[in-house]
């Protein structure tokens, strides 16, 4: 077997839902342990999107969407990287909903027990994203969702990034599909709702370990109290 | 911070629930990622427990229990080992039950969202143990729990070992404490369901971190169709 291919989580999805935003980790301390990944930003100002090794901000403000790289020193509270090596690459040609694709996807796994990483570059006719905004610490994540911004654009080239989670840790993660969005031009981006792509290629990577991290240093997380089934649901719900 | 400890887990509690009992890593792998933690063996033979860096087996036979070392190149379903470092160590004074000195413990940690490495050297009054019965693959474990072996021992000097895990990775691991005991003469050991502890000394292990792996060329793992709920019951039910 090739080196293991490890799945970089840090804290967990369920500790961001609980309402820990504060940011914890450098995205330079990030970028060293994979190159295509998701995540948020400090008091979740957006959605983090790493795609070849840059970590790029979504934001929403006033209507409009807005694409920038994330500095190194800034820190995240949440996100999850892989250094990405397609094990399946298709090329899709014709048009598909994200349901479709991803039934596609699926039929090309081992089996739904390991992670797997996502990358689709393509062409999208339509492109649906949502943006959480920048929150107070403690709001809940699944109060924040509700009022989540939403955006759209047709006829956009971009890449989708992700990672699939195999429903056992739904909780540290969110079983399935948890992809963002990116386009080519840097003009639009955000957290994937459903799209329909036109052509593209898509690339399913291997996933052998994961190596999860916890804010070790944070005393709000050391000590939160979390209602893990409520939890599991409001992931359910958010994501 | 001093290096950060990771907690080595091969496969997961819930696969093994499952009914995935065939041994993937051998035991001399596993002892490369810690020295203490526990486990089971190939056809869920009875439990595995690591101490100070070597592997016992203790099992159940004709109602007498026998503990052997175990060799490197046998293999276990599922383990969890941990570089153990004793953060907080107190003298255990006088005689407690099992769920008193649990509430103890837990009063020393920062928090319940990390994991924990658990060892608990002493003298106990009663021991009560269990013990996986060797079993064909696909037995639901929950089915294998309902008829499992139990033994008791009074006035034995021992060792327990063990994780501490928290509620959001239940299902991963079992949530909350997960103890295995051996007698320091090598003839009692098992899997711990409850004692009374005259008195000894506890160590309390950090975990910075879970190094998480797969079976991932064990094609039974990548196909097995779990779920996850029932899963998550069964371990609750049999752990």
């Given at each position: 077997m090739s080196e293991a291919i490890k799945l970089f989580q840090y804290n967990t999805l369920g500790a961001l839902m609980a309402g820990l935003y504060g940011g914890t980790l450098?995205?330079?301390e990030?970028?060293?342990?994979?190159?295509?990944?998701?995540?948020?930003?400090?008091s979740?100002?957006?959605?983090?999107?790493v795609l070849d090794g840059k970590a790029y901000q979504a934001k929403g403000s006033e209507g409009k969407v807005e694409v920038v790289e994330v500095a190194a020193n800034e820190k995240v509270p949440y996100a999850a990287v892989v250094p990405h090596q397609a094990e399946v690459i298709f090329r899709q040609r014709f048009e598909m909903t994200d349901k479709e694709l991803e039934e596609r996807i699926e039929s090309y796994y081992d089996?739904?027990?390991l992670f797997r990483s996502i990358k689709i570059k393509g062409h999208f006719k339509h492109m649906h994203v949502r943006m959480i905004p920048k929150s107070a610490p403690d709001t809940k994540f699944a109060e924040v969702a509700t009022h989540q911004p939403e955006y759209e654009a047709d006829n956009i080239s971009g890449t989708?990034?992700?990672i699939?989670?195999?429903?056992?840790?739904?909780?540290?993660?969110?079983?399935?599909?948890?992809?963002?969005?990116i386009s080519d031009d840097l003009s639009f981006g955000g957290h994937v709702m459903d799209f329909i792509i036109d052509n593209g290629i898509v690339e399913v990577g291997p996933v052998d370990q994961l190596d999860q991290r916890f804010p070790v240093q944070d005393r709000?997380?050391?000590?939160?109290k979390f209602n893990v089934d409520e939890m599991r649901e409001d992931i359910t719900k958010a994501e």
């Amino acid at each position: 077997m090739s080196e293991a291919i490890k799945l970089f989580q840090y804290n967990t999805l369920g500790a961001l839902m609980a309402g820990l935003y504060g940011g914890t980790l450098t995205v330079g301390e990030l970028l060293e342990h994979g190159d295509l990944g998701l995540g948020t930003l400090d008091s979740i100002d957006g959605e983090l999107i790493v795609l070849d090794g840059k970590a790029y901000q979504a934001k929403g403000s006033e209507g409009k969407v807005e694409v920038v790289e994330v500095a190194a020193n800034e820190k995240v509270p949440y996100a999850a990287v892989v250094p990405h090596q397609a094990e399946v690459i298709f090329r899709q040609r014709f048009e598909m909903t994200d349901k479709e694709l991803e039934e596609r996807i699926e039929s090309y796994y081992d089996g739904v027990n390991l992670f797997r990483s996502i990358k689709i570059k393509g062409h999208f006719k339509h492109m649906h994203v949502r943006m959480i905004p920048k929150s107070a610490p403690d709001t809940k994540f699944a109060e924040v969702a509700t009022h989540q911004p939403e955006y759209e654009a047709d006829n956009i080239s971009g890449t989708i990034v992700g990672i699939w989670t195999p429903e056992m840790f739904h909780g540290v993660s969110v079983a399935g599909y948890h992809l963002h969005f990116i386009s080519d031009d840097l003009s639009f981006g955000g957290h994937v709702m459903d799209f329909i792509i036109d052509n593209g290629i898509v690339e399913v990577g291997p996933v052998d370990q994961l190596d999860q991290r916890f804010p070790v240093q944070d005393r709000q997380y050391l000590f939160a109290k979390f209602n893990v089934d409520e939890m599991r649901e409001d992931i359910t719900k958010a994501e």
